[in-house]
Nanobody
Framework: QVHLVESGGGLVQAGGSLRLSCVAS????????MGWFRQVPGKQREFIAR???????NYADSVKGRFTISRGNADNTIYLQMSSLIAEDTGVYYC??????????WGQGTQVTVSS
């Protein structure tokens, strides 16, 4: 069974930066995609970014040019580098992974709060 653990959230001023990490219990190259979603109270979880098993990234329009998703050298970690943060980026950030069999796994989430 896959386990995902996020870290790196916190409180940051608008315009600042944070880097989120997601560590998987196995090698990430076996997943079709790993990605990041954001959820705020009262709203559905929304897509932020994803990276394929071969390293191709995709981004939501709202974060293009400000966020970068990447894979770590150890092949069990992905990162989300967030820059030029705005108040609307506030939320709980969740990491997920999709296996070739279609199994979807979520992490427990990490809170990001951007103060304006």
């Amino acid at each position: 069974q896959v386990h995902l653990v996020e870290s790196g959230g916190g409180l940051v001023q608008a315009g600042g930066s944070l880097r989120l990490s997601c560590v998987a219990s196995g090698t990430i190259s076996r997943f079709i995609y790993m990605g990041w979603f954001r959820q705020v109270p009262g709203k559905q979880r929304e897509f932020i970014a994803r990276i394929s098993g071969v390293g191709n990234p995709n981004y939501a329009d709202s974060v293009k040019g400000r966020f970068t998703i990447s894979r770590g050298n150890a092949d069990n970690t992905i990162y989300l580098q967030m820059s030029s943060l705005i108040a609307e980026d506030t939320g709980v950030y969740y990491c997920n992974a999709i296996s070739p069999s279609g199994q979807l796994t979520w992490g427990q989430g990490t809170q990001v709060t951007v103060s304006s």
